[in-house]
C-alpha cells in the first residue's frame, strides 16, 4: 500500500477526508485541523482555546503516526481574524510554545473569510516527516 490513513485512537470518524496521511517514506501530511474536541465540539469559542486545541488535535495525528512535535515540517494557518492575530502573538507564543514546545516549522498564515465549521476561528494543516 503506497500509504497509510491515520486516525488517533478515539476519535469521531472523520467524514470525506483523513485527519492523516502516512506515506512509505514518512511523510506526514495531517489534514486541516480545527479547534473541536475529539468528540468533534467545540469546548472554547475563544481564538487563543480553540487554536491550542488545533495544535493538540494536530500533534495527536503525528503522535498516532509514530512522531513527535519536533518532526513536524510545515504548518500553514488559516485564520478568519487577522486583528485578533494580531493582537494577541504574545499568547500565541506562548501557547505555542506550551504544546509544541521550542519547534518552529516553516509556517504560512492565510486570512480567510469563512471556514467550514462556523464556529471554527481557524485551521491549520501540518506536514511532518516520521523518522523510520
Known sequence: MPHKIIQPEGWAPAKGYANGVLTED???F???QIGWTAEQKF???DFIGQMEQVLKNIL????????QAEHIT???WYVT????????QSEIGAVYRKVLGRNFPAMAMV?????????ALLEIEANAVIPS
Open 43 to 45: 469546548e472554547s469559542h
Open 60 to 67: 495527536a495525528v503525528v503522535e498516532a503516526a509514530g512522531g
Open 81 to 88: 481574524d487577522k486583528r485578533e492575530y494580531m493582537a494577541r
Open 111 to 119: 486570512v480567510v473569510s469563512a471556514l467550514v465549521e462556523d464556529e
Open 30 to 32: 495531517v489534514g486541516g
Open 26 to 28: 514518512g511523510h506526514l
Open 74 to 76: 510545515r504548518l500553514t
